[in-house]
């Protein structure tokens, strides 16, 4: 089955503490990239990655890294969470001509 | 950098009623994504446009795109109490591959 899978679904860490969210998908899609959704503001793209060892930022990249060492994965990392980066997260991929852009199923990040 | 507006922000409709949610932009569309989102979970794709006047449909969804507006509709008739959730547009910007969402519209069906 054709699918976007991220963990953890749900994490309540703290402030400080570094942290990875793992999205991971099996469709062979070059294009991949991570969003933030939140009330009152949308879906905002945060990186985004062409193909391996190609990534770029979003609107809204600070405070976030990610990485690209294989097609499949697409790692988000929080070096340093801080509370305004409680949030709903979600990664998606595509390939470059694709017309519909699989997203996984989001992580709740809450952040104390 | 585009914008995407969509309308109504909510909707609260009694099951077997027709509705329409509207999504505009600021620039030109090229490519036009409507979605589903049940609240908190993720998004299911429902279709994509991509030229003028191209019209789609989807069980009881149908959904067209109006490039002189910059414009598209997404249509539910019949509305069922599973037509329950957040609809998203989203539209290419540029070369990245990047979609830009609308900001939602709360759709409610009351039995």
């Given at each position: 089955e054709a699918q976007v899978t991220q963990n953890p679904r749900y994490l309540i860490t703290v402030t400080g503490k570094k942290l990875t969210v793992t999205?991971?998908?099996?469709?062979?899609?070059?294009?991949?990239?991570?969003?933030?959704?939140?009330?009152?503001?949308?879906?905002?793209q945060i990186?985004?990655?062409?193909?391996?060892?190609?990534?770029?930022?979003?609107?809204v990249p600070e405070g976030y890294k990610v990485s690209r060492k294989e097609k499949r994965n697409f790692p988000l990392i929080l070096e340093s969470p801080s509370p305004n980066q409680t949030s709903l997260y979600f990664c998606a991929s595509r390939t470059r001509q694709g017309r519909e852009q699989y997203f996984g199923p989001g992580t709740r990040l809450t952040v104390t | 950098s585009q914008e995407l507006e969509q309308s109504p922000q909510s909707l609260i409709v009694q099951e077997g009623k027709n509705l329409t949610i509207?999504?505009?932009?600021?620039?030109?569309?090229?490519?036009?994504?409507?979605?589903?989102?049940?609240?908190?979970?993720?998004?299911?794709?429902?279709?994509?446009?991509?030229?003028?006047?191209?019209?789609?449909?989807?069980?009881?969804?149908?959904?067209?795109?109006?490039?002189?507006k910059q414009q598209s509709s997404l249509?539910?008739?019949?509305?069922?109490?599973?037509?329950?959730?957040?609809?998203?547009?989203?539209?290419?910007?540029?070369?990245?591959?990047?979609?830009?969402?609308?900001?939602g519209t709360l759709l409610t069906v009351n039995p």
């Open positions: 999205c991971s998908q099996n469709m062979n899609h070059e294009y991949m990239s991570w969003y933030r959704q939140d009330p009152g503001l949308g879906l905002r990186y985004y990655s062409m193909n391996v060892e190609v990534t770029d930022k979003g609107d | 509207n999504c505009t932009s600021s620039k030109t569309l090229y490519g036009l994504y409507w979605y589903k989102q049940k609240y908190g979970e993720g998004l299911i794709f429902l279709m994509m446009l991509q030229k003028g006047g191209e019209e789609k449909s989807h069980e009881k969804i149908t959904a067209k795109l109006d490039e002189k249509h539910i008739t019949a509305s069922q109490p599973s037509h329950a959730g957040i609809y998203l547009c989203g539209a290419d910007v540029g070369s990245n591959y990047k979609l830009t969402f609308g900001k």
